[in-house]
């Protein structure tokens, strides 16, 4: 409301009949624009209200051909994570993160390290894997952290856009989302589109 984003009519208009019922009188529409349109005055204008994802353009990074293997954890899963990470090392430029969670592993890596995922993982229980995926990375600016529904921006967009997120990875400048490859177009120029702003 403080960006004046909202239709003030449209909303006056839903907020009606709920009034009327908590007020057990009827109200009209345009009292209600009033009102709203005075609180919206009142509110405080924040200079960080648009959220900054990137210091430019341009802040946009994919990976392609990515695979995401879901494993249980367990008492070895620390070593099965360490070793991966110790063959992967050599193999720079390819795709590889490891996510603990509280009862399950995520693995995610390109194509050429699955091999490696399956020789480190191979005595845990496998629960999931998902192929020909791509990560959207958005850089973020380090003051972000302070902008509160910053992933749900980046969220909602691809929503509104009929994209669906596989998975999402944090870091403290980055936001990786992983989506099937035949939604990256689309989730590209709907991200695109924010770090332009």
């Not at 990515?66 to 494993?71: A, D, E, K, V």
Request: hydrophobic share 45%; aromatic share 4%.
């Amino acid at each position: 409301m403080s960006l004046g984003l909202i239709n003030l009519s449209e909303l006056a208009r839903q907020l009606r009949p709920q009034l009327e019922a908590d007020l057990w009188k009827p109200v009209g529409q345009a009292a209600v624009v009033m009102a709203l349109r005075r609180l919206s005055d009142r509110l405080p204008q924040h200079a960080s209200a648009i959220p900054v994802l990137a210091p430019r353009s341009g802040e946009l990074n994919s990976k392609t051909d990515l695979s995401l293997f879901t494993y249980r954890l367990s008492d070895l899963s620390h070593e099965c994570q360490r070793q991966l990470l110790a063959m992967a090392e050599p193999h720079t430029g390819m795709f590889v993160t490891v996510t603990r969670g509280v009862q399950e592993i995520l693995v995610v890596c390109s194509r050429a390290l699955v091999p490696m995922v399956e020789d480190a993982f191979g005595s845990e229980r496998l629960l999931a894997r998902m192929d020909n995926l791509t990560a959207l990375t958005l850089r973020l600016n380090p003051e972000t952290r302070r902008t509160p529904g910053i992933y749900h921006a980046v969220l909602k967009k691809l929503a509104w856009d009929k994209i669906s997120v596989v998975n999402m990875m944090c870091t403290f400048t980055e936001l990786t989302i992983l989506l099937e490859q035949s939604q990256t177009g689309a989730a590209f120029s709907a991200l695109s589109q924010i770090v332009s702003h």
